[in-house]
């Protein structure tokens, strides 16, 4: 693995994009699991059949959708048993306010590691989901079976054949206002031991429509898909069906707002007054004046990553409070280092393989 080390953080030393190995299976439990893997599997391909033949055409929030996810989940046996939320003490939630959980119109940034993430947020929030990319503020809508398969890809820059596709959040919530949009801000799985570095994407919602960050994790966390390959694929799968269990924790964050549209809309308040000329004279307001235009053009300045310093700034919130609810650090990696991690990873599996032989 030390071949890898240059998609290691350098400041946490975490690998991002490794898989997580599943749990040893002692041989004599072997046929145990294959009999549990074999019970699940025609139960769970009915209830994805009765999913994509049927159910997905119904009306969002409908009683039998809920039923068919809930299904899909519960088969595998994922069982959700700890819902948290911020500002409300545990075994309140039912007394929560209703500015405390997401609601139509509003944004959820959620953290990113697995398909059943898509399955679970779709069970409890029926969300319309978006792929966000690293180059661009702007989102592309997705399908429940589009971000199912968006987890088996990398998006290491916006698509250019169809421009239309891709919307600001502010248009899409304008849109459905009677929907929650899921955003996933780290653009790519992960394996859940940090949060990547965030895609510009939450910067295209607008001020008004709050932003809840939402942090999902698994035990064991065996479940997670680093890696975009048909192997990847199928062993998720078989540690899926053939475990006895996986436990869901849910995390939900105070909310937040865009600030950095409206501070760049708004210009900066100037910090002059109509003032006496015994109080001061031309020289003086001339060089508050330019004191001001100094500090705003600094505070607008792009760097680097094109963004300015309070739309980092309001991108750093979200990614905190993702690491916060998740009890994971922070991470320089994003999108593209992924990219390039999945093709160094498959040269070496390649080149394993060929000295095998």
């Known amino acids: 693995m030390e071949k890898y080390g240059q998609y290691r953080d350098k400041g946490s030393g975490i690998a991002p994009f490794f898989p997580i190995s599943p749990q040893a299976v002692h041989p004599l439990l072997l046929p145990w699991h294959l009999f549990v893997f074999s019970i699940r599997i025609p139960f769970l391909l009915f209830a994805c059949f009765v999913w994509?033949?049927?159910?997905?055409?119904?009306?969002?929030?409908?009683?039998?959708?809920?039923?068919?996810?809930?299904?899909?989940?519960?088969?595998?046996?994922?069982?959700?048993?700890?819902?948290?939320?911020?500002?409300?003490r545990r075994g309140s939630l039912g007394k929560a306010p209703a500015s405390s959980i997401p609601s139509a119109g509003s944004v959820i940034a959620a953290s990113y590691t697995s398909p059943i993430d898509i399955i679970y947020l779709a069970t409890i929030l029926d969300p319309i989901f978006t792929q966000s990319y690293p180059d661009t503020k702007l989102v592309r809508s997705l399908s429940f079976t589009g971000a199912l398969l968006a987890c088996f890809t990398v998006h290491t820059s916006a698509p250019k054949a169809s421009d239309a596709d891709l919307v600001p959040l502010s248009t899409l919530t304008a849109r459905n206002p009677s929907r929650i949009i899921c955003v996933f801000p780290e653009g790519t799985p992960s394996n859940g031991r940090s949060i990547l570095h965030p895609t510009p994407s939450l910067l295209s919602a607008s001020p008004r429509t709050k932003i809840y960050p939402v942090s999902l994790r698994y035990t064991p966390a065996d479940i997670v898909t680093p890696i975009p390959s048909t192997i990847s694929g199928l062993n998720f799968l078989w540690v899926l069906l053939s475990s006895h269990t996986h436990v869901i924790r849910t995390r939900i964050g105070a909310p937040v707002r865009n600030t950095a549209t409206a501070e760049s809309t708004t210009s900066a308040p100037s910090k002059l007054e109509r003032r006496n000329s015994y109080q001061s004279n031309y020289f003086d307001t001339l060089k508050e004046n330019s004191d001001a235009e100094a500090e705003s053009q600094a505070r607008n300045q792009k760097g680097e990553d094109g963004l300015t310093g309070p739309e980092r700034s309001m991108l750093d919130v979200v990614a905190d409070a993702l690491a916060r609810l998740g009890r994971v650090k922070r991470v320089s990696l994003g999108v593209k280092e992924k990219g390039r991690f999945v093709e160094a990873w498959g040269r070496g599996k390649g080149s394993s393989r060929k000295s095998r032989s």
């Open 52 to 88: 994509f033949a049927f159910v997905q055409f119904l009306t969002p929030g409908t009683l039998l959708r809920k039923a068919n996810l809930w299904c899909i989940i519960g088969i595998p046996g994922i069982w959700w048993i700890d819902l948290q939320v911020d500002g409300v």
